[in-house]
């Protein structure tokens, strides 16, 4: 009985340590941050104007998962960052238009990895282009 017990014990404290292993995402305490730069273009294909852009949507995937993890807004100055982060692989992303065609979007991304729990990743800037009057 008590051989029982013991193994019992074992095997729950196992099934415990290999269900507790958490891979990207949300509920840690890493960030990823970064800015969005824009060169804004006219229909004519002429540049207007560039800068780093606010209100600009940054997306977040977490490791190998489907679909868009999370979002963000850039602020006025064009930075964005993707709070309380899990250690793992991350690919963040944003779209810009094309100069050949302006009517669609192709996406820019970056693959980065967090490997520390209160890790601080600062991305490249992501250079995108507009078509706003």
Known sequence: MKIRFYLLGIFSVFILMVACKKGPGIGGRATISGKVYARNFSSSFVQNDSGYIGGQKVYIKYGDAPGVGDDVETDL???????????????????????????????????????????????????????KN
């Open 77 to 131: 100055n064009g930075t964005y960052t993707f709070y309380y982060l899990r250690e793992g692989k991350y690919t963040i992303y944003v779209y810009s238009k094309q100069l050949i065609n302006n009517h669609l979007d192709v996406s820019v991304s970056q693959t980065v990895e967090i490997t520390k729990k209160k890790e601080e990743k600062v991305l490249p800037d992501f250079d995108i282009v507009t078509f």
